[in-house]
């Protein structure tokens, strides 16, 4: 069997198995300083944008919510006062006129009613009756000589100042000119005409025609054209709708849930259709001393329009924030870059370093100040740490390594026997190896001539085994190896091996002049052949060894269970 040089248990050994000073990083995909200060940066940015949107967005929408609200209010509240107003002054007009003492003559009161009804053209229908109710004079001669005795105009005419709500004049079904091929609606004034002493000779009255409504809607709304989705309605004191979409005319205001708390103000509410509309609500509440007839008039926009500017605002704040976000994130990277490479530069030198490369140093980088800083202290941490590396790896080969032989020492090689056979796999030989003739040596020439055999023994023993054998000195003459068995490797041929120590161990050792020879007895188990317990397997060699000094020494026995009765 040739040498193979130094064993495994030597300093050197020891020293490759621990490693250096850096024992290895954890590696993974780990996330690098730009990408982190990169993404860092766009989510900061883009989360302060998301919240900027969201208060600022928010903020504007109630405010626009108000100010709508308030525009959808002042907007009812406007036409309630034109049209109280335009009550009022009808009302005040029909009333003035039933005082004229003059008027009570049918031939005054008709040039009367022709002129008047010249200059408004809101008057569709303007006549006087007498007390029995037959109209006496009347506009264009419409229902002249007709006998209304039984119409609410007459009838409360002739009790004082009367103004009657939005109705249909049947009557007039095609008579008025500008109101052909639909039912005319009117609003009724009519005051009692009366002599001196008090008593009510007939009626003034009037009906107006109802488009003088849609007439001051018109002038509202013309400068408001570019509100998508406005709608008005007025509704009558029942609530019954007087003007809005056709489909609502005549009929109940089409949100039940509104109609029971109409007060003026405005709301954001959801109507039948399934839409929210900002509404604003105004109360007909009369003028001076007409009280008015009760009407109410509601403004509406669909929400969806109203919040479109606040909902285009969102969009911009966060596509803004976006591009932001990406132009900062841009700018971050590049930024971290000039951090990011000093460090890297120290991070792949300790990297090296932690691997034992040759001239390995950590550098001394440029850039911020702390990054020098760093590079300083951890060049001079590196700088103590291989001193103290150093000395503790001495320390530890003092401590492992038998300091006459240089060998490894017992406390050595128990732990490694038992930290390569704790696992329960591979194999290995064990050889206890004992010097014969050694005693009267160190009896007859002392203990220099003994440790100088002990040495020469020693370097012959390193030399014949392989380098990943270990062959330590117990103490005194007593000496043991292990030979693993690799995968791959042929086993040891252990008559050979025990026949190399032999020879090698009876070659004279020169001492003062003087040649010197001892012998060996050798005592060979295996594991885990002979047991599964290394510590019983070594208790085997120790028993061959002793049986190989019985049968005469110098020579080398392979334990057996023959031998089980001499095993002690």
Same mark, same amino acid.
């Given at each position: 069997?040739?040498?193979?040089?130094?064993?495994?248990?030597?300093?050197?050994?020891?020293?490759?198995?621990?490693?250096?000073?850096?024992?290895?990083?954890?590696?993974?995909?780990?996330?690098?300083?730009?990408?982190?200060?990169?993404?860092?940066?766009?989510?900061?940015?883009?989360?302060?944008?998301?919240?900027?949107?969201?208060?600022?967005?928010?903020?504007?929408?109630?405010?626009?919510?108000?100010?709508?609200?308030?525009?959808?209010?002042?907007?009812?509240?406007?036409?309630?006062?034109?049209?109280?107003?335009?009550?009022?002054?009808?009302?005040?007009?029909?009333?003035?006129?039933?005082?004229?003492?003059?008027?009570?003559?049918?031939?005054?009161?008709?040039?009367?009613?022709?002129?008047?009804?010249?200059?408004?053209?809101?008057?569709?229908?303007?006549?006087?009756?007498?007390?029995?109710?037959?109209?006496?004079?009347?506009?264009?001669?419409?229902?002249?000589?007709?006998?209304?005795?039984?119409?609410?105009?007459?009838?409360?005419?002739?009790?004082?100042?009367?103004?009657?709500?939005?109705?249909?004049?049947?009557?007039?079904?095609?008579?008025?000119?500008?109101?052909?091929?639909?039912?005319?609606?009117?609003?009724?004034?009519?005051?009692?005409?009366?002599?001196?002493?008090?008593?009510?000779?007939?009626?003034?009255?009037?009906?107006?025609?109802?488009?003088?409504?849609?007439?001051?809607?018109?002038?509202?709304?013309?400068?408001?054209?570019?509100?998508?989705?406005?709608?008005?309605?007025?509704?009558?004191?029942?609530?019954?709708?007087?003007?809005?979409?056709?489909?609502?005319?005549?009929?109940?205001?089409?949100?039940?849930?509104?109609?029971?708390?109409?007060?003026?103000?405005?709301?954001?509410?959801?109507?039948?259709?399934?839409?929210?509309?900002?509404?604003?609500?105004?109360?007909?509440?009369?003028?001076?001393?007409?009280?008015?007839?009760?009407?109410?008039?509601?403004?509406?926009?669909?929400?969806?329009?109203?919040?479109?500017?606040?909902?285009?605002?969102?969009?911009?704040?966060?596509?803004? %924030? &976006?591009?932001? +976000?990406?132009?900062?994130? #841009?700018? *971050?990277?590049?930024?971290?870059? !000039?951090?990011?490479?000093? /460090? $890297?530069?120290?991070?792949?030198?300790?990297?090296?370093?932690?691997? %034992? &490369?040759?001239? +390995?140093?950590?550098?001394? #980088?440029? *850039?911020?100040?702390?990054?020098? !800083?760093?590079?300083?202290? /951890? $060049?001079?941490?590196?700088?103590?740490?291989?001193?103290?590396?150093?000395?503790?790896?001495?320390?530890?080969?003092?401590?492992?390594?038998?300091?006459?032989?240089?060998?490894?020492?017992?406390?050595?090689?128990?732990?490694?026997?038992?930290?390569?056979?704790?696992?329960?796999?591979?194999?290995?030989?064990?050889?206890?190896?004992?010097?014969?003739?050694?005693?009267?040596?160190?009896?007859?020439?002392?203990?220099?001539?003994?440790?100088?055999?002990?040495?020469?023994?020693?370097?012959?023993?390193?030399?014949?085994?392989?380098?990943?054998?270990?062959?330590?000195?117990?103490?005194?003459?007593?000496?043991?190896?292990?030979?693993?068995?690799?995968?791959?490797?042929?086993?040891?041929?252990?008559?050979?091996?025990?026949?190399?120590?032999?020879?090698?161990?009876?070659?004279?050792?020169?001492?003062?002049?003087?040649?010197?020879?001892?012998?060996?007895?050798?005592?060979?188990?295996?594991?885990?052949?002979?047991?599964?317990?290394?510590?019983?397997?070594?208790?085997?060699?120790?028993?061959?060894?002793?049986?190989?000094?019985?049968?005469?020494?110098?020579?080398?026995?392979?334990?057996?269970?023959?031998?089980?009765?001499?095993?002690?």
């Amino acid at each position: 069997m040739t040498s193979h040089g130094q064993p495994n248990g030597s300093a050197a050994g020891r020293r490759s198995a621990k490693g250096g000073i850096f024992p290895g990083r954890a590696r993974g995909h780990a996330i690098g300083l730009r990408v982190m200060v990169a993404v860092t940066v766009a989510v900061l940015v883009l989360g302060s944008t998301l919240v900027k949107g969201l208060v600022v967005g928010n903020g504007a929408a109630d405010a626009l919510a108000k100010e709508i609200g308030n525009s959808m209010t002042g907007l009812a509240q406007s036409l309630v006062r034109q049209l109280d107003l335009t009550m009022w002054a009808r009302a005040n007009q029909i009333a003035a006129l039933s005082r004229i003492d003059a008027l009570k003559d049918p031939a005054v009161a008709q040039s009367t009613i022709d002129e008047l009804k010249r200059r408004d053209s809101t008057i569709a229908w303007i006549g006087m009756t007498n007390a029995e109710g037959r109209v006496v004079a009347a506009s264009n001669g419409l229902l002249l000589g007709a006998d209304i005795s039984s119409r609410p105009v007459h009838q409360e005419g002739m009790k004082g100042l009367y103004v009657g709500d939005v109705h249909q004049a049947v009557a007039l079904n095609g008579k008025v000119p500008y109101l052909q091929g639909e039912t005319p609606k009117f609003v009724d004034v009519s005051a009692p005409l009366q002599k001196a002493d008090g008593s009510t000779v007939g009626v003034l009255a009037a009906h107006y025609s109802w488009e003088w409504a849609h007439v001051s809607i018109r002038q509202l709304t013309e400068p408001l054209a570019d509100r998508k989705g406005l709608t008005l309605y007025i509704l009558s004191a029942d609530g019954t709708v007087l003007i809005g979409p056709d489909s609502t005319v005549g009929k109940p205001l089409p949100v039940p849930a509104l109609t029971g708390k109409l007060r003026d103000g405005w709301s954001s509410e959801v109507w039948p259709d399934g839409v929210t509309y900002v509404t604003g609500v105004a109360h007909g509440k009369g003028l001076q001393d007409y009280a008015g007839l009760g009407w109410t008039v509601i403004a509406r926009q669909p929400a969806d329009v109203v919040f479109a500017e606040t909902n285009r605002l969102r969009v911009t704040i966060i596509v803004s %924030g &976006g591009l932001l +976000a990406f132009l900062f994130s #841009v700018i *971050g990277w590049f930024a971290a870059g !000039r951090i990011a490479r000093p /460090l $890297r530069a120290i991070a792949d030198a300790a990297e090296q370093i932690g691997k %034992g &490369g040759p001239g +390995a140093a950590i550098p001394n #980088v440029g *850039g911020a100040a702390e990054i020098r !800083r760093l590079s300083v202290a /951890l $060049r001079d941490m590196v700088d103590g740490l291989t001193n103290k590396d150093a000395a503790l790896m001495r320390l530890e080969d003092i401590a492992y390594e038998d300091r006459l032989t240089a060998l490894p020492n017992r406390r050595y090689f128990e732990q490694y026997v038992e930290a390569s056979t704790g696992g329960g796999g591979g194999s290995a030989m064990v050889m206890y190896i004992d010097l014969d003739g050694f005693k009267p040596v160190n009896d007859r020439l002392g203990h220099d001539a003994g440790d100088a055999v002990l040495r020469q023994i020693g370097g012959r023993l390193a030399s014949i085994f392989r380098d990943d054998d270990v062959v330590a000195r117990l103490g005194g003459d007593e000496f043991a190896a292990v030979l693993p068995r690799r995968a791959g490797r042929p086993a040891p041929d252990t008559d050979e091996l025990a026949a190399r120590i032999i020879a090698a161990v009876n070659e004279p050792v020169s001492f003062n002049g003087e040649k010197l020879r001892v012998g060996c007895s050798i005592g060979i188990a295996s594991w885990p052949e002979d047991d599964r317990d290394m510590a019983t397997v070594m208790r085997h060699a120790d028993a061959a060894l002793y049986k190989a000094k019985r049968d005469g020494r110098n020579r080398a026995v392979r334990w057996m269970r023959t031998l089980v009765g001499s095993d002690g």
